[in-house]
């Protein structure tokens, strides 16, 4: 089992790990920065030793990387890890953001129901089972997470069951969501937000998030 930096330090991007298993093209680690896909939000992109990861899988709480090519290393070598920041930080940003804007429907519109959510680096989204359509609700949720992001509350992050890795993020006064991602530190991290909504088929909703700036403050938020 990997140790799990990126829980740890989300902002890490660099990793000095040793290799613990070798399967062809397949390896595993003794510790990791690399994220796999979890929970709706894709999988980090990087490299191992400078050889590209295909494919982050997650197999309970084994994190197994499939690489481009046939290692350059062995059983027991200490490798380097390096992830695309830029990649991580947006999808920490739209991680964060959606889950905040599904919170802020769960506490307007009892009886709504998701059913389906997607983080990439360039959106999130999630879908819901919902009669009517979603639209005029968005000003009314976008303003209220607008200023919760604004607020610069802190972003607790942490173990609800260590053991079975159950994680939760929280922001007092607001809500506690259970969520095993990649969580920034303060909520101001991801700016300014534009929802939009999408018709799916008869009784469901898309609402679409995206960021109206990709400026860093990752250097702010570390000095």
Known sequence: MSEK?????????????????????????DQTIFFAESGGQESDKGTIN??????????????????????????????????????????????????????????HREGIVKIGAHISENKSRIDF????????????????????????????????????????WRVDGFAQVPCGGTHLKRTSEVGQIQLKRKNIGKGKERVEITLCSQVDRALEIDS
């Not at 990126?6 to 390896?27: A, C, H, I």
């Not at 290393?73 to 991580?88: E, S």
């Not at 610069?152 to 939760?168: A, G, L």
Request: aromatic share 10%; proline share 3%.
């Open 5 to 29: 930096l990126f829980w740890v330090n989300p902002y890490q991007t660099e990793l000095n790990s040793r290799v613990t298993n070798v399967d062809g093209n397949k390896v595993e680690l």
């Open 50 to 107: 400078g050889i590209p990861v295909l494919i982050a899988q997650k197999l309970g709480v084994r994190l197994i990387y499939t690489l481009e090519s046939s290692p350059n290393f062995t059983l027991g070598d200490t490798v380097t890890t390096c992830i695309d920041w830029k990649r991580r930080y947006a999808l920490m940003k739209l991680h964060f953001a959606a889950e905040v804007v599904l919170e802020m429907f769960y506490q």
């Open 129 to 168: 089972e919902w009669s009517e359509n979603i639209g005029p609700l968005l000003k009314e949720i976008e303003t209220d997470v607008q200023d919760l992001i604004n607020s610069d509350s802190v972003i607790i992050s942490d173990f609800s069951d260590q053991e079975s890795e159950r994680r939760y």
